[in-house]
């Protein structure tokens, strides 16, 4: 049994939608005895949104879903396999830390909800709509914080000076840029991690194929050896042994080495 581990936006999914050749090959993937696992900073209820059923193929149903770059990581019906939390003070700091570069306002994911974080209710903020929003002076006494996220539209430079100095200052934090947004996790959480845990747990797998596009994907591509989509950043493009025009494409590849594997 083979392993595909997969980014989500950008990658699985472009311009917003799971294209009917992704889903397609997934489909195929699976039928032949594989595991589909996507991995993503998106939370539980974003992605699950976005793998809704296709009119003609269903839903995209992955073997596990690896959430919060990490910091969670579900089966395929839902059930915890993994989850870690950012300690209390060091989301606090991080969330001020935020707050100390712009007005952009942040948001903090915890196990079944997201909430924009700000310093006024009510004020201008970039994040993208969620579950509600919650005051800074709140958010930074709260309990069971996944990730918290800050973004950025404007500039992806910022977004990376800032993940770079919160990696610095933050001693249990780690960054990931992930383009126009920062997600934050706690120290040894990451997309990598979270596939050598599955290997650990359910392997071994005959092969770990590993997709993506952003920064956050940087470390699970080089370390097993996978392949970047053509608009990937160029850390991901120079971590990759291999570019596929389309997750499908990736997919198909190895199917294709099966089935003449198997024919010979």
Same mark, same amino acid.
């Given at each position: 049994?083979? @392993?595909?581990?997969?980014?989500? /936006?950008?990658?699985?999914?472009?311009?917003?939608?799971?294209?009917?050749?992704?889903?397609?090959?997934?489909?195929?993937?699976?039928?032949?005895? #594989?595991?589909?696992?996507?991995?993503?900073?998106?939370?539980?209820?974003s992605l699950?949104?976005?793998?809704?059923? /296709?009119?003609?193929?269903?839903?995209?149903?992955?073997?596990?879903?690896?959430?919060?770059n990490?910091?969670?990581?579900? /089966?395929?019906?839902?059930?915890?396999?993994?989850?870690?939390?950012?300690?209390?003070?060091?989301?606090?700091?991080?969330?001020a830390?935020?707050?100390?570069?712009?007005?952009?306002?942040?948001?903090?994911?915890?196990?079944?909800?997201?909430?924009?974080?700000?310093?006024?209710?009510?004020?201008?903020?970039?994040?993208?709509?969620?579950?509600?929003?919650?005051?800074?002076?709140?958010?930074?006494?709260?309990e069971g !914080?996944?990730?918290?996220? #800050?973004?950025?539209?404007d500039?992806?430079?910022? !977004?990376?000076?800032? @993940?770079?100095?919160?990696?610095?200052?933050?001693?249990?934090?780690?960054?990931?840029?992930?383009?126009?947004?920062?997600?934050?996790?706690?120290r040894?959480?990451?997309?990598?991690?979270?596939?050598?845990?599955?290997?650990?747990?359910?392997?071994?797998?005959?092969?770990?194929?590993?997709?993506?596009?952003?920064?956050?994907?940087? /470390?699970?591509?080089?370390?097993?050896?996978?392949a970047?989509?053509p608009?990937?950043?160029p850390?991901?493009?120079?971590?990759a042994?291999?570019?596929?025009?389309t997750?499908a494409?990736?997919?198909?590849?190895?199917?294709?080495?099966f089935?003449?594997?198997?024919?010979f």
């Open positions: 049994m083979k @392993c595909a581990v997969s980014d989500f /936006d950008r990658t699985f999914s472009m311009d917003g939608a799971v294209s009917r050749e992704n889903r397609e090959a997934v489909r195929r993937w699976q039928q032949a005895g #594989h595991w589909f696992v996507i991995a993503t900073g998106r939370n539980e209820a699950r949104k976005k793998l809704a059923e /296709d009119p003609e193929l269903g839903a995209v149903r992955p073997d596990v879903l690896i959430l919060n990490g910091a969670l990581i579900l /089966d395929r019906e839902g059930r915890e396999l993994f989850c870690r939390e950012l300690d209390r003070e060091t989301a606090a700091g991080v969330l830390y935020f707050d100390g570069q712009d007005e952009a306002g942040s948001g903090i994911t915890l196990r079944y909800r997201k909430l924009n974080v700000v310093r006024e209710l009510g004020m201008a903020t970039t994040q993208r709509p969620c579950d509600g929003e919650i005051l800074l002076r709140e958010a930074e006494k709260m !914080i996944l990730q918290v996220h #800050h973004r950025r539209p500039s992806t430079e910022e !977004i990376t000076r800032m @993940c770079r100095e919160i990696n610095r200052l933050f001693p249990h934090a780690s960054a990931y840029s992930n383009v126009r947004n920062a997600d934050v996790v706690a040894g959480v990451g997309k990598a991690q979270a596939v050598r845990f599955l290997q650990e747990r359910f392997g071994p797998f005959e092969e770990i194929l590993t997709i993506g596009d952003s920064a956050n994907d940087t /470390d699970m591509i080089r370390e097993f050896q996978g970047a989509v608009a990937a950043v850390e991901v493009r120079a971590a042994a291999e570019q596929f025009p997750v494409a990736y997919l198909n590849s190895r199917l294709e080495v089935h003449r594997q198997d024919n």
